[in-house]
C-alpha cells in the first residue's frame, strides 16, 4: 500500500536553509540529521525539485571546500571514529610543521605530498561513513514502513474480529429463535395428543354405546315384527275382542316408538363417531407437519450450531494472530 511521504516541502526547505547557514554540505545524510525521518535519497530528490522549482536557493561556490567545510554532525560512535582519523592527520601535520625548518625543500614537499593523501583517504572515510548513514537510515524507514503495514494489518484484523462476533451474535439469536419455536411446537404436539387421546376414548365410549344400541335395536325389531304378526292375527280373528285388538294396536305403537327412537340413538351415535373419526385424523395430520416443523427446526439448529463453531474457530484464529 503506497503511504504519504512522512516528511514536508516546508521542512526540506527550512532544513537546507538551516545547513546553508551553518556553513554545512547539502546532501541526503545531512538533510535526515536535521529533519529526524525520511530515506536520504527521498529527501534529496524533494530536495533537488524544489531547487529546480526555485523554492529553494543555493548559494554556489567554485572554490574547492576542504574536508573541515564539508563537516557535519555525525552520531557519537561515528564522530568518535572520526575523530581518531583526524587526530591521525593533525599530528602528522605538527610532525611536518615540526621539522619544517629542519629539512630540505624536497623533504617538505614529500611530507605534505603525504599528509594530502592521508586527508584524502580521511575525506574518503568521511563518504563512506555517510554512505553508511544513509544505508542505516534507510533500514530504518524500511522498519518503519515495516511496523505501519502490521499496524494496519492489526486494525484489519480487528475490523474482521468485530464483524464477525456481530455475526455470531446473530447466529445464537437465530439458534436462539429456532429452540424456543421447537419447544413451542412440541407444547402442541403434547396438547394434540391429549386431546387426541380423549376423543379416541369417547370414541370407544359411543362405540360400545352404538353396540349396545344396536343389540337393543335388534330386539325391539325382532319384537316389533312378532308383535305385528300378532296384531295381524287378532284383526283377522273374528272371535277377539275389541279390547284385545286395542291393547294390541297400543302395544305395537310403544314398540314402534321405542324401535324409531332406538334407530335414531344409532344415527346420533353413528354420525358423532364418524364427526370423532374425522376429528382425530385432523389432529393427527396436524401432528404430522407440527413434527415435521419440529424435525426441519432440529436440522436448521444443527445447521447453525456448526456454522457457529466455525465462527469461532475463525475468530480465535484471528486472535491468535
Not at 568521511?126 to 554512505?131: S, T
Not at 296384531?231 to 305395537?252: I, M, N, P, Y
Not at 324401535?259 to 396436524?286: A, R, T
Amino acid at each position: 500500500m503506497a503511504r504519504d511521504r512522512a516528511f514536508t516541502d516546508e521542512q526540506i526547505v527550512s532544513a537546507a536553509n538551516e545547513l546553508q547557514l551553518a556553513g554545512k554540505a547539502i546532501n541526503g545524510t545531512s538533510l535526515r540529521n536535521v529533519i529526524g525521518i525520511g530515506r536520504p535519497s527521498n529527501l534529496m530528490d524533494v530536495f533537488k525539485e524544489l531547487e529546480s522549482n526555485g523554492l529553494i536557493s543555493v548559494e554556489q561556490e567554485i572554490v574547492e571546500q576542504s574536508p573541515e567545510v564539508k563537516r557535519i554532525a555525525l552520531p557519537i560512535e561515528l564522530a568518535d571514529m572520526l575523530s581518531v582519523i583526524m587526530g591521525d592527520v593533525e599530528s602528522m601535520i605538527h610532525k611536518i610543521n615540526d621539522h619544517a625548518h629542519f629539512v630540505v625543500e624536497q623533504r617538505l614537499n614529500s611530507a605534505i605530498a603525504e599528509a594530502n593523501q592521508r586527508a584524502a583517504e580521511a575525506a574518503k572515510k568521511q563518504v563512506d561513513i555517510e554512505r553508511e548513514m544513509e544505508k542505516a537510515f534507510n533500514q530504518v524507514e524500511d522498519f518503519r514502513e515495516q511496523l505501519n503495514n502490521a499496524v494496519d494489518d492489526l486494525q484489519s484484523s480487528k475490523t474482521q474480529v468485530m464483524l464477525l462476533e456481530r455475526k455470531n451474535l446473530d447466529l445464537e439469536g437465530d439458534i436462539e429463535l429456532f429452540i424456543i419455536e421447537k419447544t413451542e411446537l412440541k407444547a402442541q404436539i403434547s396438547d394434540k395428543d391429549n386431546e387426541i387421546k380423549v376423543i379416541k376414548s369417547e370414541l370407544v365410549t359411543t362405540e360400545k354405546q352404538l353396540s349396545v344400541e344396536i343389540g337393543k335395536n335388534q330386539v325391539l325389531a325382532s319384537d316389533l315384527e312378532a308383535k305385528k304378526a300378532e296384531f295381524k292375527r287378532l284383526t283377522e280373528a273374528k272371535e277377539v275382542s275389541d279390547q284385545l285388538r286395542f291393547e294390541a294396536v297400543g302395544e305395537l305403537k310403544s314398540l314402534t316408538t321405542s324401535f324409531e327412537k332406538s334407530e335414531k340413538i344409532c344415527l346420533v351415535q353413528s354420525e358423532k363417531i364418524e364427526v370423532l373419526s374425522l376429528k382425530v385424523g385432523e389432529l393427527e395430520e396436524v401432528n404430522k407437519t407440527l413434527n415435521a416443523q419440529v424435525s426441519s427446526d432440529s436440522k436448521q439448529i444443527l445447521t447453525l450450531e456448526k456454522k457457529l463453531t466455525s465462527l469461532n474457530k475463525v475468530i480465535s484464529d484471528l486472535r491468535a494472530e
